[in-house]
């Protein structure tokens, strides 16, 4: 029932949505921070505008992704708010489109193609962990598909990637990278939460939503490969690049 996915200037809705997932959370930010009427319509207006595309981009994982950077957001920033946005939802569920609640229905159905399509890659990638979960393929999908290809279910054959980043983590740079980048991952959202106790309020927005972006996007990694396309990729680093400047000046200015 879907009319059609929005991809704007991304080959594929998925990436187009986890790019929308990584910066509308500063958008809420730039919001609240703004103290000029004007500046915080046009903010109002851009972020109204990107939650009308992440809508249309029918991707379900960002859906998620963004409920969840979103309540993160407004944990952070002040739980006081989380009864009267919890309550704003519910009542915001029945304006939505037939379209998109019939989407989020789907989620987790292995009656949708594209979800029983990635159980045959994960299984087959699961089988590549256990002979090269070591010491890695080698970076790129010039390297997965050479040991992919050869041992691929026949109807997941063309899968250019395992559709999850912690399986392709491990999968390109050994369990050592993964480990690694998953330790550097926990540390900067762990000490995010530290900063908030001696953060501003206006600091307090950024980290908030620094932290709803990781977290949310690291919901849709388990079902995609967010790596894939360079400028999500790009994204995904410079958003964990603000955050560890946001603590690092923080913990400055506490110290």
Known sequence: GMPGRVFSTFENPNNYAELLVLFMPFMYALILNEKGAKQKLIWIAVAGISA??????????CYVAFALATVIFVCVYDYRLLLPFAILCICAI???????LNRIMTIGSLQDSSNSYRLYIWDTCIKLVRNYG???????????????????????????????????????????????FIGYYIRIIRNGFKSVKIASKEE???????????IGIAFVSCAE?????????FAHLIVLGVLAALVRNIGKKGE
Do not use: C
Request: glycine share 10%; proline share 7%.
């Open 204 to 214: 307090r927005a950024y980290i908030g939503a620094g932290i709803g972006a990781l």
């Open 134 to 180: 070591v010491s890695g393929l080698g970076v790129g999908p010039k390297a997965f598909l050479a040991y992919y290809r050869p041992i691929a279910y026949k109807n997941a054959a063309t899968a250019p990637h395992s559709h999850m980043l912690y399986l392709e983590l491990i999968l390109e740079y050994g369990i050592l990278g993964f480990i690694g």
């Open 94 to 100: 029945p304006f939505l489109p037939q379209t998109i």
């Open 52 to 61: 009308i595309a992440l809508a249309m981009t029918y991707s379900r994982s």
């Open 225 to 233: 490969y967010i790596w894939f396309y360079p400028r999500d990729m």
